[in-house]
């Protein structure tokens, strides 16, 4: 599949939930806990492991980010929760190695087709992330429609386009937090 995303720093967090909430109702809590791992070397990831609400989900992705947000082809599959530490280890012995950690907790909703998260971010402060899945070979029309979608949630939750974000998360939070990341997995 292919997301259209956007996303964009909430300042004003409180007011943006308090924005949606009133138009979505009450969103769903979101805790989501990555591990990002790369080849020995190399400056990017390969692969994402990631607890969800308590499910385990491994991702690879290719990212092209630009001005109107990210368009990305992602793959992913799930997993027994309980077989973190051995997928870990098994990723490990493939020669990958720990990148970084990213951690979100907040609320999500859904609109349509637009998936919502009002997300605090590791260090990196809060986040309105509107996301729409596309099939592989989509038309420019069906991209035109999910991103004036985007932009209209955006609008509607008060957030100005001077607020959005295109850097990668991977970006800000080594930026952040100083580079690699090789924190033990909590739960």
């Known amino acids: 599949m292919r ?50 609400n308590g499910s385990l989900e491994f991702a690879v992705k290719r990212t092209h980010s630009g001005p109107e947000g990210e368009d990305n082809e992602e793959y992913e599959f799930s997993a027994d929760p309980r077989e973190y530490e051995r997928a870990l280890e098994f990723f490990h012995v493939l020669g990958l190695e720990d990148f970084f950690i990213k951690k ?9 087709d637009a998936h919502i998260e009002l997300l605090s971010v590791n260090t990196l402060g809060w986040f309105l992330e509107i996301e729409v899945l596309l099939p592989f070979g989509s038309s420019e029309e069906e991209e035109a ?4 979608a985007i932009s209209s949630i955006m609008d509607e939750g008060g957030i100005e386009e001077s607020d959005y974000e295109s850097r990668a998360y ?18």
């Open 3 to 52: 997301e259209i995303e956007l996303k964009a720093h909430a300042y004003r967090w409180q007011d943006v939930k308090a924005r949606l909430e009133s138009r979505l109702g009450e969103g769903g809590e979101v805790h989501k806990l990555d591990r990002y791992l790369r080849r020995p070397g190399e400056d990017v990831q390969a692969m994402r492991l990631r607890m969800n």
């Open 145 to 148: 429609m999910a991103r004036n």
């Open 104 to 112: 979100k907790d907040g609320w999500q909703w859904m609109d349509g």
């Open 170 to 187: 991977r970006d800000m939070i080594l930026e952040a937090e100083g580079g690699i990341q090789s924190k033990p997995y909590t739960r």
